[in-house]
């Protein structure tokens, strides 16, 4: 937990749980998500639409050019993000609890 106030502290502006979250686990949250559905067969297209972001988008985060793994997110939650992206059951709960689950472990951050 001191981790974690201290990476919020991290400059001259405190910011929430959520900034920094939004900030910093999201883009590497979406690059694991894109190569697990490009892994599942869907195209790049299709990923952009369920993710709600652009093709290029989804280009740089399979290559690793965008959101660069920050966090340590057990591959089932992805599988299990996947499962419900893939079913249209995807509900704003799914990132509540991952991010909890990231925090918890000692913020999760690289």
């Known amino acids: 937990m001191i981790k974690f106030l201290k990476f ?9 749980k959520c900034e920094v979250m939004v900030k910093d686990m999201l883009p590497s ?18 990923i952009a639409k369920k993710l709600g972001v652009s093709q290029p988008a989804v ?28 079913s249209n059951k995807l509900d704003i709960d799914d990132f509540c609890r991952i991010c909890k689950t990231v925090t918890k472990n000692d913020c999760g951050i690289k």
């Open 8 to 16: 919020l502290l991290k400059g001259s502006l405190m910011k929430t």
């Open 59 to 86: 280009s740089q985060y399979t290559k690793q050019l965008r959101g660069i793994n920050k966090i340590k997110i057990d591959n089932n939650e992805i599988k299990f993000l996947c499962d419900d992206i893939c």
């Open 29 to 46: 949250l979406r690059a694991m998500i894109a190569i697990e559905l490009m892994g599942r067969g869907l195209s790049q297209t299709d």
